[in-house]
T-cell receptor, first 112, second 113 residues
Framework: DQQVKQNSPSLSVQEGRISILNCDYT??????FLWYKKYPAEGPTFLIS?????DKNEDGRFTVFLNKSAKHLSLHIVPSQPGDSAVYFCAASSGGYQKVTFGTGTKLQVIP | DSGVTQTPKHLITATGQRVTLRCSPR?????VYWYQQSLDQGLQFLIQ???????AKGNILERFSAQQFPDLHSELNLSSLELGDSALYFC????????????FGPGTRLTVL
């Protein structure tokens, strides 16, 4: 039962353009959402999070949008840079410190 | 560098054996999480400890066990190893003030032959 889904396994974007990574969830108890970036042979790196009381959170080039009615969140990267090329995981949890459920990841390639 | 350390980096062993993976969380972090990432799979949550106590359990096999010690480091014990246990095992730590974003270690790559 995949409660957090990233339906696009890969995405290619030109440098300087916007990258939009999508994530859907099924568990309505999730109230905290996170995005991680992972380079090969390294552990995931926390990028940005959002709680269910908000619909948008911004940190530099990264913005996360949450649509609770659609059970959908997205990560926007503007402008995209070649160094952003990595696998991006979305994750969700209920109650903060409870177990975090990860999606299967989307591999982003930013083309110079 | 996330501040989370994991040892060993690589581990090669045979089926039926037992191994121990070690994790040291970031200074001040009370929560430790263990994850398994198999080939082409997402991160599968195994277990979480908070200040020495088990807090949440995921898809952890009965052959696997973990503990968190008073100095907050954690160990994941994998026994009766099978070929399918070959994977990357990540440890992560967090503290409430970070917004519960977890900081991951570099992982231990386990190969079972």
């Amino acid at each position: 039962d995949q409660q957090v889904k990233q339906n696009s396994p890969s995405l290619s974007v030109q440098e300087g353009r916007i990258s939009i990574l999508n994530c859907d969830y099924t568990n309505s108890m999730f109230d905290y959402f996170l995005w991680y970036k992972k380079y090969p042979a390294e552990g995931p790196t926390f990028l940005i999070s959002i709680s269910s009381i908000k619909d948008k959170n911004e940190d530099g080039r990264f913005t996360v949008f949450l649509n609770k009615s659609a059970k959908h969140l997205s990560l926007h990267i503007v402008p995209s840079q070649p160094g952003d090329s990595a696998v991006y995981f979305c994750a969700a949890s209920s109650g903060g410190y409870q177990k975090v459920t990860f999606g299967t990841g989307t591999k982003l390639q930013v083309i110079p | 560098d996330s501040g989370v350390t994991q040892t060993p980096k690589h581990l090669i062993t045979a089926t039926g054996q037992r191994v121990t993976l070690r994790c040291s969380p970031r200074s001040g972090d009370l929560s430790v999480y263990w994850y398994q990432q198999s080939l082409d799979q997402g991160l599968q949550f195994l277990i979480q400890y908070y200040n020495g106590e088990e807090r949440a359990k995921g898809n952890i096999l009965e052959r696997f066990s973990a503990q968190q010690f008073p100095d907050l480091h954690s160990e994941l014990n994998l026994s009766s190893l099978e070929l399918g246990d070959s994977a990357l095992y990540f440890c992560a730590s967090s503290v409430e003030s970070s917004g519960w974003g977890q900081f991951f270690g570099p992982g231990t790559r386990l190969t079972v032959l």
